[in-house]
């Protein structure tokens, strides 16, 4: 969400401004679940004003709701359809209203407040901003050229000191990462193998063959293992 009279960009590259930003601010108002969506809404904003950019300290809190967050994927997921922006223009006011009754009575977690930059926070390297980046992204169809980008290196050198600190590729990490979310889903939720597809970023066809290759087995026959 964007704030004039700037109209901020709402990407990660800071400041969040596209061409000259002499003379320009603005505020973006970020909102997102947890990985696997089902366990809360975290909410944090940052402020770009001419060349500097900075986190709003004031205004960083975490919403302990499964019924916000559902509602808030809903509305993500209304965004990519542009057939019922009636049904979008419904739900976000309604969001807010949660949001702010939900702040104003106190109930937010400021232990957990750092959702988004906690782990960056205990790492100090690129690789390590890089894999906050992906491990928040794991639904995004990310590249390597993208996630170099984000953290300001080369896509010769990401790759090469990825896999000297990992120990493993890119599409490696990514896909281990996508495996061990989905294996939980499957185990302790009911959302249908195609939504967990959905939420990992991947076509029903790749992660069986994910499935295939670790376990022998298809999602579905993963998921009737457990019980």
């Given at each position: 969400?964007?704030?004039?009279?700037?109209?901020?960009?709402?990407?990660?590259?800071?400041?969040?401004?596209?061409?000259?930003?002499?003379g320009?601010?603005?505020?973006?108002?970020?909102?997102?679940?947890?990985?696997?969506?089902?366990?809360?809404?975290?909410?944090?904003?940052?402020?770009?004003?001419?060349?500097?950019?900075?986190?709003?300290?004031?205004?960083?809190?975490?919403?302990?709701?499964?019924?916000l967050a559902?509602?808030?994927?809903?509305?993500?997921?209304?965004?990519?359809?542009?057939?019922?922006?009636?049904?979008?223009?419904?739900?976000?006011?309604?969001?807010?209203?949660?949001?702010?009754?939900?702040?104003?009575?106190?109930?937010?977690?400021?232990?957990?407040?750092?959702?988004?930059?906690?782990?960056?926070?205990?790492?100090?390297?690129?690789?390590?901003?890089?894999?906050?980046?992906?491990?928040?992204?794991?639904?995004?169809?990310?590249?390597?050229?993208?996630?170099?980008?984000h953290?300001?290196?080369?896509?010769?050198?990401?790759?090469?000191?990825?896999?000297?600190?990992?120990?493993?590729?890119?599409?490696?990490?990514?896909?281990?990462?996508?495996?061990?979310?989905?294996?939980?889903?499957?185990k302790?939720?009911?959302?249908?193998?195609?939504?967990?597809?959905?939420?990992?970023?991947?076509?029903?066809?790749?992660m069986?063959?994910?499935?295939?290759?670790?376990?022998?087995?298809?999602?579905?026959?993963?998921?009737?293992?457990?019980?």
């Open positions: 969400m964007v704030f004039p009279p700037g109209v901020p960009k709402q990407d990660g590259n800071d400041p969040h401004f596209e061409g000259d930003s002499a320009r601010s603005g505020d973006v108002l970020w909102m997102r679940t947890g990985v696997a969506r089902l366990d809360g809404l975290s909410l944090w904003a940052c402020r770009s004003q001419d060349w500097k950019h900075s986190k709003l300290e004031g205004f960083r809190c975490r919403i302990e709701d499964r019924f559902e509602l808030f994927n809903g509305f993500c997921d209304e965004m990519q359809n542009a057939r019922r922006p009636g049904i979008v223009r419904r739900l976000l006011p309604l969001i807010l209203f949660i949001l702010r009754t939900e702040v104003s009575a106190g109930n937010t977690s400021h232990q957990s407040m750092e959702w988004c930059f906690s782990r960056q926070a205990e790492r100090s390297t690129p690789i390590a901003e890089a894999l906050t980046y992906i491990d928040g992204n794991l639904d995004r169809h990310l590249t390597i050229e993208k996630v170099a980008q953290i300001a290196v080369s896509p010769a050198t990401f790759t090469r000191y990825f896999k000297k600190e990992t120990g493993e590729t890119f599409v490696q990490y990514q896909n281990r990462r996508r495996m061990e979310i989905a294996e939980g889903l499957l302790t939720t009911n959302l249908t193998v195609l939504h967990i597809c959905q939420r990992m970023g991947l076509q029903y066809s790749q069986r063959k994910l499935f295939q290759q670790k376990h022998g087995v298809s999602p579905v026959e993963y998921r009737d293992r457990q019980d």
